[in-house]
């Protein structure tokens, strides 16, 4: 509900005519890769917002939404790896970098540059991605590599070869216009 409301505050701050296209069903997932084990993992109730006038980018999530096959993974993560109680939101807010002609059905490849927060440190990302618009509606597919050290995630020496330093994230949603 917090998330619905904070979509609806932001898309009252842009001016009149922005087309608004907003998601909250997106989905996130982050694959580590090791010899000794994969891990992965899918968070999908990811709030989402494209404004087609300032060609801006909002996505935010809880970190507790991600879910395990394992309850014991998912229990490490928020608390040893996420500490979600005290750092609960993964968020980035960004500007795609090219001109897309949102009126026009096709596939657009895409980079957004923002901040990008997660675990109580903001970095500025590029982000790579394909923006498919077809029928009035957006699909977005885009992905990075997160480094753990880059955001102070700190992985103990007795389980570093479990976990990757470089964590694979993607991200797929499906934005509707805002009537």
């Known amino acids: 509900m917090r998330t619905i ?37 899918v968070n999908s109730s990811v709030s989402s917002l494209i404004n087609t006038t300032t060609d801006s980018v909002f996505v935010r999530m809880k970190n507790t939404g991600f879910v395990f096959k394992n309850a014991l993974m998912q229990d490490h993560f928020n608390e040893n790896y996420m500490e979600s109680t005290k750092f609960p939101l993964a968020s980035f807010r960004g ?15 895409v980079t957004s540059t923002g901040k990008f927060a997660l675990h109580g440190v903001e970095k500025i990302e590029t982000i790579k991605g394909t923006l498919t618009v077809k029928d009035q509606v957006i699909h977005l597919d885009a992905g990075l590599m997160v480094h753990t050290a880059d955001f102070k995630i700190e ?6 070869s479990k976990i990757a330093e470089d964590i694979k994230v993607t991200m797929a949603a499906d934005y509707k216009i805002k009537k």
């Open 5 to 41: 409301l904070v979509l609806l505050l932001l898309s009252y701050f842009v001016h009149g005519k922005a087309q608004i296209y907003i998601t909250t069903t997106g989905k996130v997932q982050f694959f580590s890769e090791t010899p000794l084990e994969n891990i992965s993992a």
């Open 95 to 109: 500007k795609i970098n090219e001109k897309i002609d949102y009126t026009r059905d096709g596939v657009y490849p």
């Open 155 to 160: 992985i103990p020496k007795l389980v570093f």
